[in-house]
């Protein structure tokens, strides 16, 4: 019979021992959507914890640089990886990652539960202060 010659693929890569990666395509965005994008985006995430920050570049939908006090190189030297402190370093170093990519100036986009103030202030300010314009 004809159904006897089908073997399912997953079946023959690992009578080969291959492995099949998959790649996700940054999202294809129509020109007259990317002229309004901004090009680096700065997203902030605060949990009971940690501090996050992240720049991401908006046409591509990559991440351009990152900091976290997560990081194991910067737990050591906080004696607190989630106050306002932890915060105001993250947003320096962030800085001067950003520097090192030679990204002028980023765009902030707040959550609606964020508001310029404590952590979200200390992060901004201390990214101006490293060099980086605030659009």
């Known amino acids: ?5 089908f073997v399912p693929v997953p079946m023959i890569l690992s009578a ?3 492995q099949i990666q998959m790649v996700i395509p940054p999202p294809v965005r129509a020109p007259r959507v990317t002229q309004f ?3 680096y985006v700065l997203k902030m995430h605060f ?6 920050a992240q720049v991401t570049h ?3 939908a990559t991440v351009a640089s990152a900091a ?3 990081e194991k190189a910067l737990r050591s030297t906080m004696e607190n990886t989630r106050d306002v402190a932890a915060a105001a370093k993250i947003g320096k170093i962030l800085g001067e990652r950003l520097l090192l990519k030679d990204i002028p100036a980023v765009t902030v986009v707040l959550n609606r539960n964020q508001k310029y103030h404590g952590k979200v202030k200390a992060v901004i300010d201390s990214l101006r202060e490293a060099g980086i314009k605030i659009i």
């Open 1 to 5: 019979m004809i159904y006897d010659l």
């Open 16 to 18: 080969f021992n291959l």
């Open 37 to 39: 994008l901004k090009p």
């Open 47 to 52: 949990t009971n914890q940690y501090v996050n």
């Open 58 to 60: 908006s046409p591509t």
């Open 68 to 70: 976290s006090s997560q």
